[in-house]
């Protein structure tokens, strides 16, 4: 059963830490996503990248940046976490070219900064 | 302003009722997909649609995709409680290998029991 896996559901950290998201997808795809989800404001685009070593700003990545080291795993950082970034995180990823047969997304983890 | 809008944002039926939701833009998009989320965990494709007009059907969900491919409904016949949950629907304005979707922002559908 193909997946993509985030390494936390639940999450809680203190303002001002430094706070790493990890995602894994076991389906060999080019491309991953970062996304915040709020109540009312829907899925935002936080960065995302097409290969290994490659990013792309998405539509929030102020407070965020990312890492691809290998293919398979794409991380989130929060380089100083603050109240505002208390969220839901989704991971998803597709393969290239594969936009139109949908994104897999992982479970989320639950962002409460205190 | 939303790319992709859905509507209605809330709906809440009795289980046996019908329902049809939509996700309605001013874009032309390659493809639009439906996704469910149940609280807690992420979204689940359930459909791709990519001809104009094109209807698929998921059981008792019934998908079409609008013929200049700007818009696109969702029918439930005879909801169940386990139907609940919040639905996206997403658009691809391009095709290519960097191509990514748009989000609606969701309707949240609860059908008591």
Not at chain 2, 22 to 49: A, H, K, M
Request: hydrophobic residues 30%; neutral net charge; proline residues 3%.
């Amino acid at each position: 059963d193909v997946k993509v896996t985030q390494s936390s559901r639940y999450l809680v950290k203190r303002t001002g830490e430094k706070v790493f998201l990890e995602c894994v997808q076991d389906m060999d795809h080019e491309n991953m996503f970062w996304y915040r989800q709020d109540p009312g404001l829907g899925l935002r685009l936080i960065y995302f990248s097409y290969d290994v070593k490659m990013k792309e700003k998405g539509d929030i990545p102020e407070g965020y940046s990312v890492s691809r080291e290998k293919k398979e795993r794409f991380s989130l950082i929060l380089e100083s976490a603050s109240t505002n970034q208390t969220s839901m995180y989704l991971c998803a990823s597709t393969s290239a070219g594969g936009v139109r047969y949908g994104y897999t997304f992982g479970s989320g983890t639950r962002l409460t900064v205190v | 302003t939303q790319l992709l809008e859905q509507s209605p944002q809330f709906l809440s039926i009795q289980e046996g009722e019908n329902l049809t939701v939509y996700c309605n833009s001013s874009s032309v998009f390659s493809s639009l997909q439906w996704y469910r989320q149940e609280p807690g965990e992420g979204p689940v494709l359930l459909v791709t649609v990519v001809t104009g007009g094109e209807v698929k059907k998921l059981k008792r969900l019934t998908f079409q995709f609008g013929d200049a491919r700007k818009d696109s409904s969702l029918h439930i016949t005879a909801a169940q409680p386990g139907d609940t949950g919040l639905y996206l629907c997403a658009g691809a304005l391009e095709t290519g290998a960097n191509s990514k979707l748009t989000f609606g922002k969701g309707i949240t559908l609860s059908v008591r029991p």
